[in-house]
């Protein structure tokens, strides 16, 4: 929910925006394409207050899968402190990948960190990718031309792959060619 700069929210709002967190998790838990209409009435609030408090879909799975979105975004730098850019880009790619595939609500939430659309602020995982991609371009190791948003639309469909052994392997051999596609083309 915005406010204006300084204000705290008044203690309905934040115990409404409580209650529709913990209600959305029990309701993604169980049905992940539970309606926001749905979630506001187990809640006992309006349209109005859940659009007030989460504007989207989007949102509202990113506000409960929030401590996981944030992991995951924070392990970027922690990443680039101790590996080279595309190493850690690797090592990055594969916590989305394990994340996205850890439940459905994960995987839409991985999805709603990852979605741009115009107007929005910069999705977490976007900004984390886009740290990473800065690094290895500045690193000349990925390709100057190469943006987030792309390669998240690439990433992605490996979170939604079925699972089992040989899907395993092809998750691996496809991230291999995303990462290879990222690389810089070696001097002539």
């Given at each position: 929910m915005t406010q204006p700069a300084g204000r705290t929210p008044r203690s309905d709002a934040r115990e409404n925006r409580a209650r529709i967190l913990t209600v959305a998790r029990v309701l993604l838990a169980d049905d992940p394409s539970a309606s926001l209409l749905s979630i506001a009435r187990a809640a006992g609030v309006g349209q109005g207050t859940m659009y007030r408090h989460f504007p989207g879909r989007e949102a509202l799975l990113v506000a409960v899968h929030q401590g996981e979105v944030n992991a995951?975004?924070?392990?970027?730098?922690?990443?680039?402190?101790?590996?080279?850019?595309?190493?850690?880009?690797?090592?990055?790619?594969?916590?989305?990948?394990?994340?996205?595939?850890?439940?459905?609500?994960?995987?839409?939430?991985?999805?709603?960190?990852?979605?741009?659309?115009?107007?929005?602020?910069?999705?977490?995982?976007?900004?984390?990718?886009?740290?990473?991609?800065?690094?290895?371009?500045?690193?000349?190791?990925?390709?100057?031309?190469?943006?987030?948003?792309?390669?998240l639309l690439l990433v992605s469909c490996l979170w939604q792959a079925q699972d089992g052994p040989a899907w395993r392997e092809r998750r691996q051999r496809m991230l291999t060619f995303i990462i290879d596609g990222l690389r810089t083309a070696p001097p002539r």
């Open positions: 995951l975004t924070d392990k970027a730098s922690v990443l680039l402190s101790a590996y080279e850019p595309l190493e850690a880009l690797r090592l990055w790619f594969e916590h989305l990948i394990a994340y996205g595939r850890s439940g459905p609500g994960a995987a839409a939430a991985a999805g709603a960190a990852a979605h741009t659309g115009a107007g929005r602020e910069r999705p977490p995982a976007v900004a984390a990718l886009d740290l990473l991609l800065k690094a290895g371009k500045e690193a000349r190791q990925v390709r100057p031309e190469v943006e987030a948003e792309d390669v």
